[in-house]
């Protein structure tokens, strides 16, 4: 991550509010993504990640202040089990930053889009173990599964994508 300590503090203080996307799964649904998958919307960053980039960048032109990386239900575990080695599944959790941040970056580079707002905020989303399942045990924790193996799920992504370039983490379910 960039730097320690809420970063929404200043978005606060300067416009009393932090307007977050509107959701990257459900705009790419609108858009006729197929997300039926157990990967959900992780899986357009295997299909078409431009895209994934560009929902990105028109939520920071309607005006988010912090943008979400498309890996609610993006795991390691869940991309070796789509097919995927555990490097591409790395690779894939990269691409997601890389895409967030590279879209933030090309909007705050032009000048016009610094008028009265401060630089957008890149959030990792990071789903609940649940997520992996595509089950819908997300929404009620019942997962049968022990702490160890809990942590051990978790573990890895969560070195990555705070040892990335984004912003904050951002739990979600």
Not at 51 to 65: I, M, P, Q, S
Not at 165 to 172: G, Q, R, S, T, Y
């Amino acid at each position: 991550m960039t730097q320690p300590g809420n970063p929404f503090i200043a978005f606060t203080s300067h416009q009393g509010v932090v307007v977050l996307d509107g959701g990257v799964a459900t705009t790419l649904e609108v858009l006729g993504y197929d997300l039926n998958d157990e990967l959900w919307s992780a899986k357009i960053l295997l299909e078409n990640p431009e895209a994934v980039r560009r929902v990105h960048t028109n939520f920071l032109y309607a005006g988010a202040d912090c943008i979400t990386t498309c890996t609610y239900q993006a795991s390691i575990p869940g991309f070796v089990a789509h097919g995927l080695s555990e490097d591409e599944g790395v690779g894939t959790l990269d691409q997601a930053v890389e895409l967030a941040t590279r879209a933030r970056d090309a909007f705050w580079s032009n000048t016009k889009n610094r008028n009265s707002r401060l630089r957008p905020l890149v959030a990792a989303g990071i789903g609940p173990y649940g997520a992996h399942r595509a089950d819908g045990s997300e929404y009620t924790g019942n997962y049968d599964v022990g702490y160890d193996d809990l942590y051990a799920f978790h573990e890895r992504r969560w070195m990555i994508l705070a040892d990335s370039p984004v912003d904050l983490l951002a739990c979600e379910t």
